[in-house]
């Protein structure tokens, strides 16, 4: 069940090729974090990421709870082009700060 007032550090994910149109892109959470901060019986989340005026609707895959605690979408890959954070050097995905605002809903901030 997910706490409040907690900042968790993420790093940046990529499936292994760079795309200018951010597909491809994603943020990787720590099991143990995905487990403290998420609920089962979500389908999606929302994320606002720095700089953003609206959140991002990111769907949560089955796979999301099994191997692959990665949050995947295209507007986070774009957010990370623009920020010049993607492409990375391999080995060295940017880490980032997620925080828990209530409900489904995430702040993503470098």
């Given amino acids: 069940m997910p706490m409040s007032n907690k900042s968790i550090t993420v790093i940046a994910w990529n499936n292994g090729s760079y795309r200018p149109t951010g597909a491809g892109y994603g943020i990787e959470l ?10 089962r019986r979500w389908k999606k989340v929302f994320l ?3 700089g953003k005026l609206e959140d991002i609707k990111v769907n949560l895959s089955e ?5 692959c605690p990665e949050l995947r979408s295209k507007y986070i890959g774009i957010w990370l ?4 954070k993607a492409p990375w050097q391999k080995g060295r995905p ?3 700060i ?5 409900g489904n809903k995430f702040r993503v901030n470098f």
């Fill in 30 to 39: 720590r099991a143990e974090d995905r487990d403290n901060y998420f609920n």
């Fill in 94 to 96: 940017p880490k980032t």
């Fill in 81 to 84: 082009i623009r920020n010049r």
């Fill in 48 to 50: 606002r990421l720095e």
């Fill in 98 to 102: 997620m925080e828990f605002v209530r």
């Fill in 63 to 67: 796979s999301f709870w099994n191997e």
